[in-house]
């Protein structure tokens, strides 16, 4: 599907766009690593706080990105929605490494994902629709699964979960369905939204090497139950 119209000004849908240029690396994405042992619902606590140490680093970069384009045409809407994710995560670290999660590492992944989504944000920050879809789409779906799943096992308490709470927003679906239709206000403003679809196959592999890092960390590591 071509991503923008005749007159190459902007796509129909970036979400849709998104989606279809995506797919492939998706579903390999969620074959991967660590994020598959959590859609099976077999990741131990000690994996969940590595890859939540490492994505911090990317919803910080991802927000703070968001928030140097407040005032932007393009990124403005997506900007005002604050869903603060970064804040949630870090609570639950506290909450899951008794206060300090300065000894978790930060993988070289992690590392060029956080650094990635920091460099989509110069300039006119355009690439950050890209992983703003990426992420926050993925919380208010998949991410509503894992929590289901992580609760069984390895067991987190809800106060350990609250990265995939949304307590400003009472409903879940109408927050989905409204942030869907924000990123593509957003990308009817873009100036080259081809380069936000190939951005956004960027952020699925990145992800892809972020969930196999993690795995190999554990698998390496001293007492990786």
């Known amino acids: 599907m071509p991503a923008a119209s005749a007159d190459s000004t902007a796509p129909v849908s970036v979400v849709t766009a998104l989606y279809l240029g995506t797919k492939v690396l998706h579903t390999e994405a969620e074959r991967s690593g660590i994020i598959k042992d959590m ?43 604050r869903l603060d994710r970064a804040s949630a995560m870090q609570a639950d670290l506290n909450v899951l490494c008794d206060g300090d999660f300065s000894a978790v590492p930060m993988l070289p992944a992690g ?23 990426t992420r926050y789409l993925g919380d208010l779906s998949g991410g509503q699964i894992l929590k289901r799943l992580l609760a069984k096992k390895p067991g987190l308490a809800p106060e350990e979960l ?56 554990i698998e390496q590591a001293p007492s990786a139950a």
């Open 111 to 133: 590392e060029a994902y956080a650094k990635r989504i920091a460099d989509a944000a110069k300039g006119d920050g355009e690439l950050l629709i890209a992983h703003a879809y």
């Open 162 to 217: 609250s990265f995939y709470d949304f307590p400003a927003y009472a409903d879940l679906a109408v927050l989905k369905s409204d942030y869907r239709n924000a990123l593509d206000e957003a990308g009817k403003l873009a100036k080259n939204p081809q380069a936000i679809i190939d951005e956004g196959s960027v952020a699925f592999q990145l992800n892809t090497d972020l969930s196999w890092a993690v795995q190999g960390a």
């Open 39 to 81: 859609l099976r619902g077999d990741v131990s606590r000690k994996g969940y706080v590595l890859l939540q140490r490492n994505l911090l680093a990317a919803y910080q970069a991802l927000e703070a990105g968001l928030e140097s384009h407040r005032d932007t045409p393009v990124l403005a809407a997506l900007a005002r929605y």
